[in-house]
Every structure is written in C-alpha cells, then in structure tokens.
C-alpha cells in the first residue's frame, strides 16, 4: 500500500479542524509508550552498531565471565558441550560435508554476537548481563576465533561495529524463485516419468533412530487380510 | 466399566485403528488365525457387542460439567505431541511434533499443535503484558491486551510450518513416522487485529522499511520482517480456533504470518520496532539461512515451497487389510492456494489425481483424499503438490541437486512411504 494518501488526507483534514479528525485513520486506542519504557526494552543492536548501550569490555575480562556463566554448556574454547552449540573454530569447513558454523566461520556481523548474548544468554538467566560483561564475552568469542589478537583490546560501541567476520560475504538474499525456476512447471509429468522401476536407495530403519514411543502402531503387526 | 480400563492400560496403547482390527477380527470375516498373538486386552468384550446390549447403554453416564474444558475419549490417549529427545540439547529449548498420522481434516487441535520454544513456554498473566510498537512512527505506542482486542478483528485460516520441518531428512530417510519426518506444521484460525491497522494507529514514518518483532519469552525471540508483509496479511492475533491462544503458542499475543516460516511467527509478542533496515538478529544469521555447496548462503528465505504428505497410511498408520483403501493426506504452499494434488503408488513412475476435499484456502493445509484397491503387492506411496503459482513440488533429488545436504531448512522434497505385504509402511527413499 502506498503510505502518502493517507499523509495528504491527515493534512487536509488539519485544515478543516471541525471536519472529522485525523483518526479517520487513528481510534485513539491505548497511550504513548514513555522514553523510560521504550528504554527498558528497546536492547535491539544492527550491524551498523545503532543501538550499542554505552560500555566496553576486552577478551581477558571476557574469559572469566565465560567460564563462569557459559563454559558448562559452550565449553571451556567455545567448542561446545555435548548437543550444545559451538561457538568456536569451524574454519574452513563450510564448504566440506559436515560444516562447523560458528562465529568466527559462518556468522556474518559482530553485532548479532553482542544483541543475542545481552538478549537471552546465558540460557536460563537471560539479561543479566551488563552491557560491559556482554562487551566483554562478546570479545572473548572474537579472540577464541582469532578475529582479534590482543585480548587486552578494548571493545566498546564506538568501534565494535567495525570488526568484520569473514564469512559476512558469503550471504545472499534469498532467489529461489529465479534460481530454483525449473519448479514452476505447471504441467508435471503424469505418465512413465522414470525410465524403469523405482529401486529403494535408503531406508529410515537403516538408521533406527525414532523414537520407540512411536512405534506403537507400527510394530510388526498380525499378517494382512 | 472395568474393560475400557484394562485396555488403556495395557502395556500397548489402544488406538482407534486397533479398535477397528478388533472389530474386524470379531466380525467373523476373518479368519482368528490372522490375530494370533494380540495382547487379550485388546480384544472387544463379547458382552458389549451385538446382539447383546452394551453396558454404557444400560447405566446413566457422567453428567453435565463433569468436564468443564471437554477433553478426547481416553482411547484416544496415543494421540500426542511427540519429541525427539537425541535432536536437541534441552527440552526448553526443543520441539514437538504434531501427530498428522491421527488428525483429520485442515484444522489442527489446539492442544496438538507441534511447538517450537527457544526459552521454554513463558506463563504469562495478560493483565502484566504489553506491546510497545515504537522506532520510525509518529506515536509510540503502549498497548494492553484489553486495547488490542478493541481494534477492529479478523478471522484467517492459516498453517504454521517450522522452516527445519522435515530438516533430517536432507541426508537420506531418517525416521519413521510423518509425525517426525512432517509434524512441524499446524494449521488453525486466527482471531486478531491486523497489523496493518495497529502500525496506522501509531503512523508510520516514510523511511519505516523494516519491523522488528519480539518476545517475551526467555530467548526474547527477534526476527526482522520487512514492511511489506506487515502490510499485506499479518495479524497480530489473540486466539486461535475460537478461544485464547495456548501458553505454548505465545498466550497473550502472537504474530500471523501467513505463508512464511514459523519462526517469524513470533509468540508472546510484547514489542515491535520500526526501522528502515534489517537486524540480521541470530536467528536469521546463524539460524534458518540456508549453506549451499559452494559456501554461500541464502537468507531471509521468508516463503514455504509447496509441499505434501501422505499421512495415512504412514509408519505410524499401517495398513491392516488387502481391498479398498482411503489414502488420506495435506498439501499447502506458503505461496497461495493448492491447485492439484498428485499421488503415486509406484514410486514416482506414474501418477494419478487426488481429490481435494474440504476448503482450499490461501496459505491453509489442504486435505486431499486418493482411493484405491491394495491387492497386497509392496507399494511405494508418493505425493506431488501444485500451488496456484505453478510451483511443483520437486523430488528430493532435485532440491539436493540445488542445495546440496546441508541447507537444513526449507526441504519440501516427495516424501516416500514403503508399504510392505503386510500393511507395514518404512519411509524410503527411490530413484
């Protein structure tokens, strides 16, 4: 929809106060959000930096919060505890069979690292981190993925959105709808569409991996009449 | 009484199609040989069957309210949400999967519906909830529960799909059941107001390009929506299938929208920024982008493809007998309406029309139906959705032969059931 009728509309309707008021477009429904609420939630970080809180932090500190309030699920390196996610290494293996995303070789802006940690780690006691702790862990994953070198370098909002991760590059809005073209066919093949008979090439029990509860109706069952 | 009793809870849970096994056993059509070995829980008490008169038809039944909130028969009580405990790392951050092998019909069962949490399923008192909408607008705004329902309503029918729905399936057949390999998907009616109508209330600035929706839940779930959508058809809603909304599926307020991957979908919605550019939040960066061979990798895959699947008879719902046979499943495209279904027996070789029963709806699962004669011969079930687009659903080859194996997300391929000779079904994969 276009936004500037209704604009023209609001401004028309200025002129003529005795007309009907502007909420022909508004219902006066609820009341203005105030600056001190909007600040209390409004925690979101871009790429570009806007929305840093003030504070700063370096990989030293960073350490001793992470092996304190993230270590026991991400690992000591950020390798990552059992099913856990791994925050560190994977470089050079997104491209390989089995990729290691993480940080350092698939997420594209330092900023999301900063925003999800303040968010809603650590897992269970989302913010309570200080935005100086979240500058902090934030570097400490930085320098576990050698983006930086110096743990005693101070990350801060004025430069945080400037470190770069390597992999920011390699994304891509989405084009399925031209690289993937060949789906809109309207008229599916109907009749002999394989040369022979189709031949099972994998089978789930192979693997055996569901869940026993589901079974229940697929246990062998009494012959078929 | 007692019968009923015994026979849920008896070590193998009773199901309606053991029912019907049963029946058919008792019904003389059948040889009793063919049942050997069936747990004596199982089979119907002569006494309640024809031509003598059923207990529950002699003595009077519970009365009015004995259920304030109606609940199924309990020998329906196998009909759950299930999870896969090896897949995650915590149940509160986890999913269920909702059992399409027992549903019917488009509308899914409040209480069935999988779920998706990333922080666990937050308990929320409405009177302590609020939505901010605030960022490039004229007014920002501060809203309870009670405001929004004052705006003006709309009822839309629509399916939910987790963009990972089917994601362990991308290496080859993996689990045994369309409740694991389909089930991250619902479909209910949602009652709410349109966003549309609450970004006019606080006035948009000229450069809003962006929203940012979010949570209120312990993962504070953000994902950046671009204003068109915002526009078009989303819906900020407060029930679904006629009452509030569940806890697990965001109580008091969730974002509708129709046709886009669930995740977006953002539940226990207390706050929505306006911007002019997008967050890349984590889970739009590390999550639900898809890594394609050659290292890069596709974002903002809003749009679900076409897709459908077979979901009785299936692993969880074999056949138990040669003749005719109803062949039931669901099709839906994040796209717009179904226009066809197709269903094949012999592995994709050859293929015959469904028949598409009940509403077709916009962006709403689509229940086809296809009959057939099983002569007993091992048969390889697929179907083919066609959206209004012209979109045909592809095979699983042909999406790896784009993708690769490891996008995880969006894998819309046919899905292949193995009916053996005796009505088990294993999902396969052919060529």
């Given at each position: 929809m276009s936004r500037s009728p209704n604009r023209i509309l609001i401004?028309?309707?200025?002129l003529f106060l005795a007309v009907a008021p502007a909420s022909a477009e508004r219902l006066n429904i609820g009341r203005a959000a105030t600056p001190e609420e909007i600040k209390g939630w409004d925690i979101d970080v871009r790429p570009d930096g806007q929305g840093l809180p003030v504070g700063k932090g370096t990989a030293a500190l960073g350490e001793t919060i992470f092996q304190e309030r993230c270590a026991s699920c991400h690992g000591e390196f950020g390798e990552g505890a059992g099913r856990w996610p791994e925050l560190a290494g994977g470089a050079g293996t997104i491209k390989s069979d089995s990729p290691v995303k993480t940080v350092g070789s698939y997420w594209p802006y330092v900023s999301t690292v900063f925003d999800f940690i303040h968010r809603a780690m650590p897992f269970g006691a989302a913010q309570t981190?200080?935005?100086?702790?979240?500058?902090?862990?934030?570097?400490?994953?930085?320098?576990?993925?050698?983006?930086?070198?110096?743990?005693?370098?101070?990350v801060n909002e004025k430069n945080l959105a400037t470190i770069r991760l390597p992999n920011e590059k390699n994304f891509f809005m989405d084009d399925r709808e031209t690289a993937e073209?060949?789906?809109?066919?309207?008229?599916?093949?109907?009749?002999?569409?394989?040369?022979?008979?189709?031949?099972?090439?994998?089978?789930?029990?192979?693997?055996?991996?569901?869940?026993?509860?589901?079974?229940?109706?697929?246990?062998?069952?009494?012959?078929?009449? | 009484?007692?019968?009923?009793?015994?026979?849920?809870?008896?070590?193998?849970?009773?199901?309606?199609?053991?029912?019907?096994?049963?029946?058919?056993?008792?019904?003389?059509?059948?040889?009793a040989g063919a049942f050997a070995g069936r747990a004596a829980a199982e089979m119907p008490d002569a006494k309640n069957l024809p031509p003598n008169v059923p207990e529950w038809s002699q003595s009077l039944g519970d009365g009015v309210v004995s259920r304030p909130y109606g609940r199924p028969s309990k020998f329906e009580a196998d009909v759950v949400r299930r999870d896969v405990e090896w897949l995650t790392a915590s149940r509160q951050s986890s999913?269920?999967?909702?059992?399409?092998?027992?549903?019917?019909?488009?509308?899914?069962?409040?209480?069935?519906?999988?779920?998706?949490?990333?922080?666990?399923?937050?308990?929320?008192?409405?009177?302590?909830?609020?939505?901010?909408?605030?960022?490039?607008?004229?007014?920002?705004?501060?809203?309870?529960l009670e405001d929004v329902k004052r705006f003006p309503r709309v009822n839309r029918i629509a399916f939910l799909e987790c963009a990972a729905n089917s994601g362990m399936?991308?290496?080859?057949?993996?689990?045994?059941?369309?409740?694991?390999?389909?089930?991250?998907?619902?479909?209910?009616?949602?009652?709410?107001?349109?966003?549309?109508?609450?970004?006019?209330?606080?006035?948009?600035?000229?450069?809003?390009?962006?929203?940012?929706?979010?949570?209120?839940?312990?993962s504070a779930m953000t994902r950046s929506?671009?204003?068109?959508?915002?526009?078009?058809?989303?819906?900020?809603?407060?029930?679904?299938?006629?009452?509030?909304?569940?806890?697990?599926?965001?109580?008091?307020?969730?974002?509708?929208?129709?046709?886009?991957?669930?995740?977006?979908?953002?539940?226990?919605?207390?706050?929505?920024?306006?911007?002019?550019?997008?967050?890349?939040?984590?889970?739009?960066?590390?999550?639900?982008t898809a890594l394609l061979p050659d290292g890069q990798a596709r974002r903002f895959t809003w749009a679900m493809d076409a897709k459908s699947i077979i979901t009785d008879p299936s692993p969880q719902a074999p056949l138990h007998r040669k003749g005719f046979t109803v062949l039931s499943g669901l099709a839906w495209s994040g796209r717009g309406a179904i226009r066809s279904v197709d269903v094949s027996l012999d592995g994709g070789r050859n293929w015959r029309a469904a028949r598409l029963d009940g509403p077709v709806l916009d962006k709403a699962l689509t229940r086809f139906y296809y009959e057939f004669d099983w002569n007993g011969d091992p048969l390889l079930l697929q179907s083919r959705a066609v959206d209004e687009t012209g979109y045909v659903q592809p095979t699983k080859a042909a999406l790896r032969q784009h993708r690769g194996l490891n996008s995880i997300y969006h894998n819309n391929g046919i899905q292949t059931w193995h009916v053996l000779p005796n009505g088990e079904i294993e999902n396969v994969e052919v060529a």
């Open positions: 401004a028309f309707a200025g981190l200080t935005p100086d702790e979240t500058y902090s862990v934030t570097a400490y994953l930085l320098y576990l993925n050698d983006i930086l070198k110096d743990q005693d370098f101070e073209k060949e789906f809109w066919n309207a008229k599916p093949c109907m009749k002999d569409c394989l040369p022979k008979e189709a031949a099972i090439t994998s089978r789930a029990r192979a693997l055996d991996v569901t869940p026993e509860k589901a079974s229940e109706a697929a246990k062998p069952s009494a012959p078929v009449q | 009484m007692s019968e009923p009793k015994q026979r849920a809870n008896s070590s193998r849970p009773t199901s309606r199609r053991s029912f019907l096994r049963s029946g058919l056993a008792l019904g003389g059509a059948v040889g999913v269920s999967f909702t059992p399409l092998h027992r549903l019917e019909g488009i509308i899914t069962p409040n209480g069935l519906g999988f779920e998706r949490h990333h922080g666990g399923i937050a308990e929320i008192d409405p009177a302590e909830h609020r939505l901010m909408i605030h960022g490039l607008v004229e007014k920002p705004l501060m809203l309870t399936e991308w290496k080859g057949a993996q689990l045994n059941g369309c409740q694991f390999t389909h089930g991250m998907i619902h479909c209910v009616m949602y009652t709410g107001v349109p966003l549309k109508r609450l970004l006019e209330e606080a006035g948009l600035k000229t450069n809003a390009k962006w929203l940012l929706p979010e949570g209120a839940d312990a929506v671009p204003i068109e959508k915002a526009l078009d058809d989303a819906i900020v809603a407060y029930a679904m299938n006629g009452e509030a909304l569940y806890p697990e599926h965001g109580y008091p307020l969730r974002l509708v929208l129709p046709g886009w991957q669930g995740n977006m979908w953002v539940k226990w919605l207390r706050r929505i920024k306006v911007g002019d550019e997008p967050w890349h939040t984590r889970e739009e960066t590390s999550k639900y």
